[in-house]
């Protein structure tokens, strides 16, 4: 079981985010892929907008395993998913599905949005069928030069889904 706690501005979290987003799992699944310091991330932390979410997913015992963030948008009712990431020691345990879990009802049931959605590199295969796996589909596939595909996960589906 996990938790999700908001990032902060730490060494301790900007060494997680150093280590994560510099993976070679990470550039090949993220469409910004620029090198990540602990300055940058003191810089995003800065500079980030109120609406911006990022949480580091932990287990019950404060062991980080992931980060997941969320862009929201309060005016239209919808939401970026963003930077979903596991470690790559933790992966196959369930720990993506948890996530996705705890950022999804926090976005329909806590923020009452209408819509959540994602742009999701047409080359990251496993990305792509780990969404499809747990409920996402995709609703777009020529974006940005064919080089992502825009996925979508509307309230109805949310709840029907339960
Ligand atoms: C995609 C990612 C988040 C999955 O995390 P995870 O914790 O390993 O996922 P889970 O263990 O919860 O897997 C849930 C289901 O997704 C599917 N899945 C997970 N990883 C998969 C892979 N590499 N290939 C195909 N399907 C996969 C499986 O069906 C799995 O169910 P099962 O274990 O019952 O078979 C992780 O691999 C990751 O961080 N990848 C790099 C970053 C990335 O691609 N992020 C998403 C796009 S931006």
């Known amino acids: 079981m996990i938790r999700l706690r908001p990032i902060e501005a730490t060494y ?97 049931d806590t923020l009452r949005l209408e819509c959540v959605w994602a742009d999701v590199l047409a080359s990251n295969e496993a990305g792509r069928r780990f969404y499809e796996v747990v409920g996402w589909k995709e609703t777009a596939t020529d974006v940005h030069g064919a080089q992502t595909v825009v996925i979508e996960m509307h309230r109805q589906e949310w709840e029907g889904g339960r």
Request: hydrophobic letters at 45%; zero cysteines; proline letters at 2%.
């Open 12 to 108: 301790h979290d900007a060494d997680l985010l150093v280590r994560w987003r510099n993976s070679e799992s990470a550039r090949a699944a993220f469409f910004n892929s620029d090198v990540v310091t602990p300055d940058t991330h003191f810089q995003f932390m800065r500079n980030r907008k109120a609406h911006d979410l990022v949480w580091i997913a932990e287990t019950l015992q404060g062991e980080p395993v992931g980060m997941v963030g969320l862009r929201v948008d309060v005016i239209h009712r919808v939401a970026e998913h963003r930077s979903l990431y596991v470690d790559e020691q933790a992966r196959h345990l369930g720990y993506g599905r948890e996530i996705e879990a705890l950022v999804l009802s926090y976005a329909f």
